[in-house]
């Protein structure tokens, strides 16, 4: 348990829905993140939130839309996927002030789009 | 642009014996910070160890310890006494001083024969 929780753990969806996966965290940290992990290859940053503000997009279709309505909690909403976005999807989050300090990471949402 | 290679897609080690993964990385900064993650089968990212590259000395954590090797850009993981609990896939990354993204290796996966 490292105080990163995602809901929902499994989702399977077809590329016309619309769905959201959720991330709390416990820890009072400043910033969160999500991560993309698909299979044999690293992990991919998508977004960075510092603070409520986004601070990264790392190039991410707008298929994929975050949102951020607190220090605690984060959202993916997802619309019209395609079947290469089924992966892993981790959220992490730590303190925010720049220090090189620990990224602690949820248990991830494994995402099927079919 | 931070790169993070492991060159060991996998690695295998007797349990109770000694184990040693490979990281690289390319980086132009002179202060940043290093971490080997365990991502076990239920997918949650652990930590395992953090160096920062301002500090010669190792950082060890009971039977995990680093050679960091700054002028070669080098930071390898020993496992020492290995147990069948370690069995995981060991990602490397690196994060820099603005601390907002973490990159990581492709990782490597350790098993651990009794």
């Known amino acids: 348990e490292t105080g990163v929780t995602q809901t929902p753990r499994h989702l399977v969806m077809g590329m016309t829905n619309k769905k959201s996966l959720k991330c709390e965290q416990h820890?009072?940290?400043?910033?969160m993140y999500w991560y993309k992990q698909s299979a044999k290859k690293p992990l991919e940053l998508m977004f960075v939130?510092?603070?409520?503000?986004?601070?990264e997009n790392n190039s991410v279709p707008s298929r994929f839309s975050p949102e951020c309505p607190n220090s605690s909690h984060l959202f993916l909403h997802l619309h019209t996927l395609q079947p290469e976005d089924s992966a892993l999807y981790l959220c992490?989050?730590?303190?925010?002030?720049?220090?090189?300090?620990?990224?602690?990471f949820g248990e991830g949402s494994w995402l099927t789009v079919v | 642009a931070q790169t993070v290679t492991q060159s060991q897609p996998e690695m295998s080690v007797q349990e109770a014996e000694t184990v040693t993964l490979s990281c690289t990385y390319d980086?132009?900064?002179?202060?940043?910070?290093l971490f080997w993650y365990k991502q076990p089968p239920s997918r949650q990212m652990i930590l395992v160890i953090r160096?920062?590259?301002?500090?010669?000395q190792n950082a060890t954590e009971n039977r995990f310890s680093v050679n960091f090797q700054k002028a070669a850009k080098s930071f390898s993981l020993k496992i020492s006494d290995s147990q069948l609990g370690d069995a995981a896939m060991y990602f490397c990354a690196y994060l820099d001083t603005s601390g907002s993204r973490l990159t990581f290796g492709e990782g490597t996966q350790l098993t651990v024969n009794p």
């Open positions: 992490a989050s730590e303190k925010g002030d720049y220090s090189g300090n620990t990224i602690y």
């Open positions: 939130y510092n603070f409520k503000e986004q601070t």
């Open positions: 160096q920062e590259a301002y500090k010669q």
């Open positions: 820890l009072g940290h400043n910033a």
């Open positions: 980086t132009s900064e002179s202060d940043y910070y």
